[in-house]
């Protein structure tokens, strides 16, 4: 069973930082690509950035130069660095997990998902 929990989230204020984690319990953590997307209210889930199993990263446009996205595959997680925070920004961030799924953006092709942390950007 495949699980993925995310942590980090809170309130910031624009400019700020903030940096979230996602634990997997995955066995074989480094043949799976994880992505992180974003969900506002009203919104549709968009995609924000991904780490792959090949250690290739990709980003959204609109993070791109602000968000860092790593992982530890020795400890079976995934970090986004945020920075330079925008209330734009404000959202449920969640994480997902596909194995092997390089290069994926779309969140259907993603097979395991997180519950959510929130993000709150304040101007």
């Known amino acids: 069973q495949v699980q993925l929990v995310e942590s980090g989230g809170g309130l910031v204020q624009a400019g700020g930082s903030l940096r979230l984690s996602c634990a997997a319990s995955?066995?074989?953590?480094?043949?799976?690509?994880v992505a992180w997307f974003r969900q506002a209210p009203g919104k549709e889930r968009e995609f924000v950035a991904s780490?792959?199993?090949?250690?290739?990263?990709d980003y959204a446009d609109s993070v791109k130069g602000r968000f860092t996205v790593s992982r530890d595959n020795g400890k079976n997680m995934v970090y986004l660095q945020m920075s330079s925070l925008k209330p734009e920004d404000t959202a449920v961030y969640y994480c997902?997990?596909?194995?092997?799924?390089?290069?994926?953006?779309?969140?259907?092709?993603?097979?395991?998902w997180g519950q959510g942390t929130q993000v709150t950007v304040s101007s």
């Open positions: 780490t792959w199993s090949t250690g290739n990263t």
């Open positions: 997902a997990a596909k194995y092997l799924g390089l290069g994926y953006r779309a969140a259907a092709r993603y097979d395991y």
């Open positions: 995955i066995r074989t953590f480094s043949s799976y690509t």
